[in-house]
T-cell receptor, first 118, second 115 residues
């Protein structure tokens, strides 16, 4: 149990569907992250939130829309995706600079959502 | 920008063999360095870390030393087991202006250990 839970674990969707990925952390962390992991490619950082505020957006297409209602929950809303968006989407959390924790920059990952776009 | 380069895999070894996975980095600041491991069907998890030059991170028999002069953080283990089969990611992390930390990951190296 890593303390970061992602749902669903698997998702198949058509290009016209709208779906959402959910991430929840029970670690009291301040920062949350979305990553895309594709075969034979480096791990791609998509979005970063710190204290519910988006601090990084790495030129992600607008068909991916993040939402962070509080420090414990992070969503990734998906609409009109393309087949090349099929990948493993990983969520992570981190204590963050303001936490005072010794390990403030360690990433704690969920198990991911395996997304297939048909 | 910051980058991490690690050796291409897969690395295939027999049980009890010595393991080295090379990792080098470029960074504008003074990063912390990490090795993460990903087992099949799971997310990444921290294996070890080092925060300053000459620090040695160690865990579960794995070791890596922060070498600032060669900008390297090579992962080693003296005797691998079948259960070590996984994908290993080298990473660095620098603080961002937004108060969080921004990690940069290498491409990952797949390790396969045969009995």
């Amino acid at each position: 149990e890593t303390g970061v839970t992602q749902t669903p674990r698997h998702l198949v969707m058509g290009m016209t569907n709208k779906k959402s990925l959910k991430c929840e952390q029970h670690l009291g962390h301040n920062a949350m992250y979305w990553y895309k992991q594709s075969a034979k490619k480096p791990l791609e950082l998509m979005f970063v939130y710190n204290f519910k505020e988006q601090t990084e957006n790495n030129s992600v297409p607008s068909r991916f829309s993040p939402e962070c209602p509080n420090s414990s929950h992070l969503f990734l809303h998906l609409h009109t995706l393309q087949p090349e968006d099929s990948a493993l989407y990983l969520c992570a959390s981190s204590p963050g600079e303001a936490s005072g924790a010794l390990a403030k920059n360690i990433q704690y990952f969920g198990a991911g959502t395996r997304l297939s776009v048909l | 920008g910051d980058s991490v380069t690690q050796m291409e895999g897969p690395v295939t070894l027999s049980e009890e063999a010595f393991l080295t996975i090379n990792c080098t980095y470029t960074a504008t600041g003074y990063p912390s360095l990490f090795w993460y491991v990903q087992y099949p069907g799971e997310g990444l998890q921290l294996l070890l870390k080092a925060t300053k030059a000459d620090d040695k991170g160690s865990n579960k028999g794995f070791e890596a030393t922060y070498r600032k002069e060669t900008t390297s953080f090579h992962l080693e283990k003296g005797s691998v087991q079948v259960s070590d089969s996984a994908v290993y990611f080298c990473a660095l992390s620098v603080p961002s202006s937004g108060g969080s930390y921004i990690p940069t990951f290498g491409r990952g190296t797949s390790l396969i250990v045969h009995p």
